[in-house]
């Protein structure tokens, strides 16, 4: 038992050095030496849980989608906001998410299978849209699958945006902007009416989240 656990704090110490790297240096410039020397572990160890700079990378992208939960509510349209409102919140505190999207964005990431995570968030979002559709939440002429695609497309640049500008520092402001410019084409108005996007929402989800025993 032992044994296991140090195998999994030494994957996971490798995978947030990783992180970190290509979150500084991005998918190309970063190499395996500096990954080991941020690590402070033996090419051996990094080689026993990863193949390559790419196996890595991978497992950095795919890290954002894994444990993400939006908790359940009888507004599917307060889902879809709770997951973007989640999802901002861990892009400004967690350096794996950071370096997930980063890397989800990296054009210059030549080889590494990018479109997961975009296919992913917009499942997440489509399936909650459908179910709000259902509950009659939604306005007449939305498809769930091309409003799910919208959604995830804007919040990518307006995070990107964000990124570039401020480091994510202006990233909650800009995404509240956002949903406010495209909720009303969306849902219809008494449903909106109810829709909670504040920042005491954010902290009230991540507090429940966190607050569940593993």
């Known amino acids: 038992m032992a044994e296991q ?9 490798i995978l947030l050095a990783a992180a970190k790297v290509f979150q500084e240096r991005g998918y190309k410039a970063a190499t395996i030496a500096e ?8 090419k051996g160890a990094l080689y026993f849980h ?3 700079k790419e196996d890595l990378a991978q497992e950095v992208i795919s890290s954002q989608n894994q444990d993400f939960t939006v908790p359940d509510c ?10 973007v409102l989640l999802h901002t919140h861990h892009l400004r505190t967690d350096p794996m998410v950071r370096a997930a999207v980063r890397l ?13 995570a975009f296919v992913r968030w917009n499942e997440i979002v489509q ?8 509950q009659g939440e939604l306005l007449p002429h939305i498809i769930p699958a091309e409003t799910a695609g919208v959604i995830v497309g804007t919040y990518a640049g307006i995070q990107s945006m964000s990124q570039a500008l ?4 202006d990233l909650t402001p800009r995404v509240n902007a956002l949903l406010r410019h495209l909720l009303p084409s969306i849902v219809i108005p008494s449903v909106l009416a109810s829709v909670d996007m504040s920042e005491n929402r954010t902290l009230k989800l991540h ?7 593993a």
């Open 5 to 13: 656990e140090r195998a999994v704090r030494t994957r996971r110490t």
């Open 127 to 134: 399936e909650r849209l459908e179910k709000a559709q259902a």
């Open 104 to 116: 989800a964005m990296d054009q210059l990431a030549d080889g590494l299978d990018r479109g997961a």
């Open 74 to 83: 009888p507004s599917k349209v307060q889902e879809v906001v709770d997951a």
């Open 207 to 213: 507090n429940q989240l966190t607050a569940q025993p």
């Open 35 to 42: 990954i080991l020397s941020e690590a402070a572990v033996t």
């Open 50 to 52: 990863f193949s390559s």
């Open 166 to 169: 401020s480091d994510y520092q």
